[in-house]
């Protein structure tokens, strides 16, 4: 049967029961840990590639996007409490659904991690070169060594996106070598990000240059912009739901949280709604400040974010220094009102603690690649260990090839289309994981019960799959061939090479022997 090998789940949770962890995280630390590993990346780099989706509808955007991501992290902090093993949604879709569809979902997990990480390094590659270079030691780089070909959605001129490609080169080597910042440098550059975007808030939404007027129309795509489309303040959603990623972090501490049945929810809804208002708050400053209209099609339908029209439109003098056409959006603002220092400085931020945020996706990518080798899924070389660097080595090459090539060739919101693309399957997934073990596992020890499972368990799917069906016709198509691929290679490699199709059942998933960046100096990015 295709759907009949099933990882024994007793098995999987008599070794999870092995490693007792012990609980320290309150509500508060919790909510704090979530807000952390939320705000970032997304916020930096994708508010003009919003704002051309859905104008001052970007404020709806993130409301939405928020309200999916606290259902779906409800379903993720049950399953990651009760299973605390290596391999996330793949692996809880392995003792769950079987060897198939756990595949499907590492196949995803593939094109969130690594295409993530791309649309990163493009994210930090806009806030280098606009900020560091250009405004700091007065370098301007030529447009065909700083943006994506124009036939690819970058701007006219355009060859290659050099910065992109080469931090993407910088963060492999250092992953390569076993270099990963330590949490107390990591809590630093959180503090950084979050600073950064207060000031944003404080100094715009009381601006003299605030005007109300700007927010008319508000939905100037309407709110569905319709099947394929990824306009309308839900396509625009389904794009920044990328700025919330990060929120399964704090499903997995679920172990580690003391009464977790009360302190979970309120710190994965309170972290999620503190990301949201803080999001929407910074959305309404920048368009507030500086307007945030799409640039419109002919037929009146916003040229889509990161196509080769809208590139085109922003190459014009009248649209030049407009918010939809900034790759600093945040940056962008600032100087526009008259704070070029602070402008810089947030530029600064965001060139400094983006890397991490890289180096974080692509260590992602490479332990469920590991993962998947170890399952005989994939060749087990990929997850040769280097003699000397004691890192998976060749994965980590493999990787990073594949997130330099789209960092170098194509724009940020296409990037984060197709990540999220993946991410929508895999979280869809592990609520159903969660639906299916309440009835085939129904006295397994869970330390979380997710609340209203027949009720969040269904808005967490319909919210996943009504998200995935409103991004752009590109992303979606993308994610089917991706998929596509992923089953063939399946067929020919994984099903007749797996270890538990061979017999050869080993229950190791407490991530012993899956090699760890060892703690280091962070590197100065």
């Known amino acids: 049967m295709i759907f009949g090998r099933v990882k024994p789940l007793d098995a999987i949770l008599a070794t999870a029961e092995r490693k007792s962890l012990h609980r320290t995280l309150g509500a508060f630390q919790l909510t704090l840990f979530g807000i952390g590993c939320v705000i970032g990346t997304g916020i930096f780099v994708l508010t003009s590639a919003g704002a051309q989706k859905a104008g001052p509808g970007l404020m709806l955007a993130f409301a939405i996007a928020g309200a999916i991501c606290i259902v779906a992290a409800l379903c993720y902090a049950e399953i990651a409490a009760m299973i605390p093993v290596s391999g996330s949604a793949y692996t809880y879709t392995y003792a769950t659904m079987g060897e198939l569809l756990a595949w499907t979902v590492g196949w995803a997990l593939v094109l969130e991690y690594a295409v993530a990480a791309s649309a990163v390094c493009v994210g930090w ?14 370098i301007d780089l030529p447009v065909w060594l700083s943006s994506a070909p124009l036939s690819l959605g970058g701007k006219p001129g355009g060859l290659i996106n050099l910065p992109a490609m080469l931090i993407a080169g910088l963060v492999t080597w250092l992953l390569m070598i076993g270099t990963t910042e330590s ?30 007027a700007r927010f008319n129309p508000f939905l100037p795509a309407g709110v569905f912009g319709g099947f394929g489309t ?3 303040a839900v396509g625009a959603a ?18 580690e949280t003391k009464n977790p049945q009360r302190n979970v929810p309120i710190g994965l809804i309170g972290s999620l709604l503190f990301c949201t208002v803080f999001y929407i708050l910074v959305a309404a400053g920048a368009i507030g400040t500086v307007g945030g209209q799409p640039i419109m099609g002919p037929n009146g339908v916003p040229f889509p974010a990161g ?22 959006a945040l940056a962008h603002v600032l100087r526009q009102i008259g704070w070029s220092k602070v402008g810089n400085m947030l530029g600064y931020a965001a060139g400094f603690a983006l890397p991490s945020v890289i180096l974080i996706l692509m260590f992602g990518q490479t332990r469920i690649f590991f993962v998947m080798a170890r399952d005989g899924l994939l060749p087990e070389k990929l997850s040769a260990v280097h003699p000397k660097w004691k890192t998976p080595y060749i994965m980590t090459a493999i990787t990073g090839a594949v997130v330099a090539f789209g960092a170098a060739f194509f724009p940020v919101g296409r990037l984060a289309d197709w990540a999220n693309a993946g991410t929508l399957y895999a979280f869809m997934m592990v609520a159903i994981c969660v639906m299916i073990l309440r009835r085939t596992a129904p006295n397994a020890q869970r330390s979380f019960r997710t609340p209203a499972l027949w009720l969040v368990g269904p808005a967490t799917i319909g919210g996943t799959i009504f998200l995935f069906f409103n991004l752009d016709l590109a992303s979606i198509l993308v994610f089917t061939g991706w998929a596509a691929v992923g089953i063939v290679a399946y067929f020919a490699y994984g099903r007749r090479s797996s270890h538990l ?3 050869l059942v080993e229950v190791h998933e407490i991530d012993a022997d899956i090699p760890e960046m060892p703690a280091a100096k962070p590197p100065l990015l």
């Open 125 to 138: 590659s806009g806030y280098f070169t606009g900020t560091i270079l250009s405004k700091t030691f007065g």
């Open 183 to 212: 949490a107390r440098v990591n809590a630093v550059l959180v503090a950084i990000k979050v600073t950064a975007l207060t000031a944003f808030v404080v100094l715009t939404l009381p601006s003299d240059q605030f005007e109300a």
């Open 501 to 503: 199709g061979r017999g």
């Open 307 to 328: 196509s080769e029209e809208l590139a085109r439109q922003c190459a014009l003098p009248a649209y030049r220094e407009a918010l939809v056409c900034s790759n600093e």
């Open 230 to 232: 990824g306009v309308g």
């Open 238 to 255: 389904a794009t920044i739901f990328f700025a919330y990623v990060g929120f399964d972090a704090v499903s997995t501490a679920a172990e």
